[in-house]
Antibody, heavy 119, light 110 residues
Framework: EVQLVESGGDLVQPGGSLRLSCAAS????????MSWVRQAPGKGLEWVAN????????YYVDSVKGRFTVSRDNAKNSLYLQMNSLRVEDTGMYYC????????????WGQGTTVTVSS | QSVLTQPPSASGTPGQRVTISCSGS????????VYWYQQLPGTAPKLLIY???QRPSGVPDRFSGSKSGTSASLAISGLRSEDEADYYC???????????FGGGTKLIVL
C-alpha cells in the first residue's frame, strides 16, 4: 500500500525549532518530487516547500525562506522539514505529499502532523 | 490573500450541478496545468482533477475540470451530500517558483 506517515509535530515556543519527518512506503521514493503543505487552524492549504528526487533542487514559499529547510534521505525513504525561528503563524497541520510523475499532481498525502507555536 | 482566487462558498441541492471558479494570472494558470483537490472535514486533501481536466482513477465522472486563459473551473454534477467539502485549485507559479493554492471553496449541499 502506498503510504506517507508524518511525525514530529509538537508544541514549541516562538523562536524555537522543530524537525518534521515523513516516512514513505509502498513506492519507489527516490523516483518522486516531494512536497510539504500546511494548513493553519480553520484556514486554507498553503504549499511550503518541495524537493526533487535527488535532493539538490528545492523550492520554498517566501514566508519560510531562510527559516525552513526541506531535505530527504532516499536510503531511508524519508522526507524532512527542519523548521527554525518558528513563529506563531507557523502553527498548523503539516502534510507531506508525493508529486506524481508527468505533472499528474500531488497524488498521495499523509495524514498530517500538528505544529503549535505558542508561548 | 491567495494568489489564486476562489469564491469562499458555493451551494446546491442534491442532483444539481455546481461550478467553482478559480482565477489566476499568466504566470500560473495562464501557462501551467490546474489541479483540484477535495478536502473532507478532518481529513487530508485528495486529488480530484489533474492537468486541467483529467480524473484520477476512482474519481467519479460527476467531477470535471476546465481551463480557459487565466481561469479554471470545477464542475460537480448530480450533487450528493457526500460532496460537501472544501475544494482547492492549485497551479505552479513560474514567477514565485512554487505551487500556489486558491483560498478554498466550501461547498454546502442544502
Amino acid at each position: 500500500e502506498v503510504q506517507l506517515v508524518e511525525s514530529g509535530g509538537d508544541l514549541v515556543q516562538p523562536g524555537g525549532s522543530l524537525r518534521l519527518s515523513c516516512a514513505a512506503s509502498g513506492f519507489t521514493f527516490s523516483d518522486y518530487w516531494m512536497s510539504w503543505v500546511r494548513q493553519a487552524p480553520g484556514k486554507g492549504l498553503e504549499w511550503v516547500a518541495n524537493v526533487e528526487q535527488g535532493g539538490s533542487v528545492k523550492y520554498y514559499v517566501d514566508s519560510v525562506k531562510g527559516r525552513f529547510t526541506v531535505s530527504r534521505d532516499n536510503a531511508k525513504n524519508s522526507l524532512y522539514l527542519q523548521m527554525n525561528s518558528l513563529r506563531v503563524e507557523d502553527t498548523g497541520m503539516y502534510y507531506c505529499a508525493r508529486e506524481a510523475r508527468e505533472s499528474n499532481g500531488m497524488d498521495v498525502w499523509g495524514q498530517g502532523t500538528t505544529v503549535t507555536v505558542s508561548s | 490573500q491567495s494568489v489564486l482566487t476562489q469564491p469562499p462558498s458555493a451551494s446546491g441541492t442534491p442532483g444539481q450541478r455546481v461550478t467553482i471558479s478559480c482565477s489566476g494570472s499568466s504566470s500560473n494558470i495562464g501557462s501551467r496545468y490546474v489541479y483540484w483537490y477535495q478536502q473532507l472535514p478532518g481529513t487530508a486533501p485528495k486529488l480530484l482533477i489533474y492537468k486541467n481536466n483529467q480524473r484520477p482513477s476512482g474519481v467519479p465522472d460527476r467531477f470535471s475540470g476546465s481551463k480557459s486563459g487565466t481561469s479554471a473551473s470545477l464542475a460537480i454534477s448530480g450533487l450528493r451530500s457526500e460532496d460537501e467539502a472544501d475544494y482547492y485549485c492549485v497551479a505552479w507559479d513560474d514567477s514565485l517558483t512554487g505551487w500556489v493554492f486558491g483560498g478554498g471553496t466550501k461547498l454546502i449541499v442544502l
